[in-house]
């Protein structure tokens, strides 16, 4: 799964033309990366006491959560299907003025929910539901004009991401927090989805080419069951919230973390320990099949909330995958050596860092202190990535 721009160099480093709105993943990245640092930011400066965020729409909780996954991790994921499907296709994604708009929307909701008031809140609800509509439509005029149906499936996996989005903000604004804060939840583990799809195919190919080992054969049974078994998982965990089940998620959700583990036997992993672009995905990777697991026992281990749980995910899976993803992509695909510098290889640690203390330190009886070096790790990481690759990513490509 490669990503490719334009060969041509705009004539004019200016407006629409200037390289930043060549194809998404340019300043989708940048703008993502920039606000998780300064979200996370807010968010830690809020649980140290320093400064009171607004609550009177979104407590700061769902804010928190809802950033995060639809304002950041959202952002990234879009940012790249909207680009790596052009070369999915052979058919021209957005540049310019659209990937323009499609920014200022995005900035323009992040504005509104941290203003937090009912008004502002319902303006972004009206907002994310044009976004989310478009974003999908893009995309789904590009595969099915060119009749691709191999990438159908991040139509309905866009949607329901959009649907999760959209339905977690009116819970909220409605009053039924819990009820947001589950649906947030719940798009962690369609993100598991969305990482299982794009993971299982571009991870093996980076591997094989820049580990330099022989490609294994893929486990057949492993493939047509894996999706399944997570989107069953899914769904009683979504009903689960409306209507007593007699089943809990807890199986399905360990055995799509077993299975996960076990689709990295034929990855070449070992080979990996010495370029740091392929050992870090491989290890985010790996940790979201251990946050599947951990998720599944917590429901029958006290000491293992399922918050906790959950943060091995959205750090080490989803943080850790995004992190390495967006340096390889910005490298590669601006026409750079696949060689990330010093510093990146620290954000990489950090990311690793930061997923081990919120773990650990939760585990141990110190959730405060957990949230407060986490936080504070994820920061430094993504503030890392931004000063690094904004000379890359606003720069023409080589």
Same mark, same amino acid.
């Given at each position: 799964?490669?990503?490719?721009?334009?060969?041509?160099?705009?004539?004019?480093?200016?407006?629409?033309?200037?390289?930043?709105?060549?194809?998404?993943?340019?300043?989708?990245?940048?703008?993502?990366?920039?606000?998780?640092?300064?979200?996370?930011?807010?968010?830690?400066?809020?649980?140290?006491?320093?400064?009171?965020?607004?609550?009177?729409?979104?407590?700061?909780?769902?804010?928190?959560?809802?950033?995060?996954?639809?304002?950041?991790?959202?952002?990234?994921?879009?940012?790249?299907?909207?680009?790596?499907?052009?070369?999915?296709?052979?058919?021209?994604?957005?540049?310019?003025?659209?990937?323009?708009?499609?920014?200022?929307?995005?900035?323009?909701?992040?504005?509104?929910?941290?203003?937090?008031?009912?008004?502002?809140?319902?303006?972004?609800?009206?907002?994310?539901?044009?976004?989310?509509?478009?974003?999908?439509?893009?995309?789904?005029?590009?595969?099915?004009?060119?009749?691709?149906?191999?990438?159908? *499936?991040? &139509? %309905? !996996? +866009?949607?329901? #991401?959009?649907?999760?989005?959209?339905?977690?903000?009116?819970?909220? @604004? /409605?009053?039924?927090?819990?009820?947001?804060?589950?649906?947030?939840?719940?798009?962690?583990?369609?993100?598991?989805?969305?990482?299982?799809?794009?993971?299982?195919?571009?991870?093996?190919?980076?591997?094989?080419?820049?580990?330099?080992?022989?490609?294994?054969?893929?486990?057949?049974?492993?493939?047509?069951?894996?999706?399944?078994?997570?989107?069953?998982?899914?769904?009683?965990?979504?009903?689960?919230?409306?209507?007593?089940?007699?089943?809990?998620?807890?199986?399905?959700?360990?055995?799509?973390?077993?299975?996960?583990?076990?689709?990295?036997?034929?990855?070449?992993?070992?080979?990996? *320990?010495? &370029? %740091? !672009? +392929?050992?870090? #995905?491989?290890?985010?990777?790996?940790?979201?099949?251990?946050?599947? @697991? /951990?998720?599944?026992?917590?429901?029958?281990?006290?000491?293992?909330?399922?918050?906790?749980?959950?943060?091995?995910?959205?750090?080490?899976?989803?943080?850790?995958?995004?992190?390495?993803?967006?340096?390889?992509?910005?490298?590669?695909?601006?026409?750079?050596?696949?060689?990330?510098?010093?510093?990146?290889?620290?954000?990489?640690?950090?990311?690793?860092?930061?997923?081990?203390?919120?773990?650990?330190?939760?585990?141990?009886?110190?959730?405060?202190?957990?949230?407060?070096?986490?936080?504070?790790?994820?920061?430094?990481?993504?503030?890392?990535?931004?000063?690094?690759?904004?000379?890359? *990513?606003?720069? %023409?490509?080589?």
């Amino acid at each position: 799964m490669q990503i490719s721009e334009p060969q041509t160099k705009p004539s004019a480093q200016t407006g629409f033309n200037h390289p930043l709105w060549q194809l998404a993943f340019r300043s989708f990245f940048l703008a993502g990366g920039l606000y998780s640092a300064l979200s996370v930011g807010l968010w830690l400066l809020s649980l140290s006491g320093f400064i009171n965020l607004s609550q009177e729409v979104l407590p700061s909780v769902i804010w928190h959560a809802h950033e995060m996954i639809f304002g950041f991790a959202a952002l990234i994921a879009v940012g790249f299907i909207l680009t790596a499907v052009q070369t999915w296709t052979g058919t021209p994604s957005i540049t310019g003025l659209p990937v323009f708009l499609l920014l200022i929307t995005w900035i323009l909701v992040r504005v509104l929910l941290f203003i937090n008031l009912q008004v502002t809140a319902l303006v972004a609800l009206a907002l994310l539901l044009g976004w989310w509509c478009t974003v999908v439509t893009i995309y789904a005029r590009i595969v099915w004009s060119a009749n691709n149906k191999r990438n159908y *499936l991040f &139509v %309905p !996996l +866009l949607s329901m #991401l959009g649907i999760l989005n959209v339905s977690t903000l009116a819970l909220a @604004i /409605a009053g039924f927090q819990d009820v947001a804060l589950h649906i947030a939840r719940s798009a962690v583990l369609l993100f598991t989805m969305i990482m299982a799809v794009v993971g299982g195919r571009v991870i093996p190919f980076f591997t094989v080419r820049g580990a330099h080992v022989e490609p294994q054969e893929p486990l057949n049974w492993l493939e047509k069951i894996l999706l399944p078994t997570s989107f069953i998982g899914i769904s009683i965990f979504i009903a689960g919230q409306f209507v007593p089940l007699p089943i809990t998620p807890a199986v399905f959700m360990i055995l799509a973390g077993s299975l996960h583990l076990i689709r990295m036997t034929t990855w070449s992993s070992i080979h990996t *320990l010495n &370029v %740091p !672009l +392929l050992w870090s #995905l491989h290890l985010s990777y790996a940790f979201m099949g251990l946050g599947l @697991i /951990a998720l599944g026992l917590s429901y029958s281990i006290d000491a293992l909330t399922f918050s906790t749980a959950l943060h091995i995910i959205t750090l080490g899976a989803i943080g850790l995958m995004i992190i390495s993803m967006m340096s390889r992509v910005s490298l590669g695909h601006t026409g750079r050596l696949l060689q990330v510098k010093p510093q990146i290889v620290i954000a990489f640690l950090l990311m690793i860092a930061a997923t081990v203390l919120r773990f650990g330190l939760s585990i141990a009886g110190h959730p405060f202190e957990a949230w407060i070096a986490s936080a504070s790790l994820w920061v430094i990481s993504f503030s890392i990535f931004f000063f690094t690759y904004w000379p890359v *990513l606003s720069a %023409p490509r080589q």
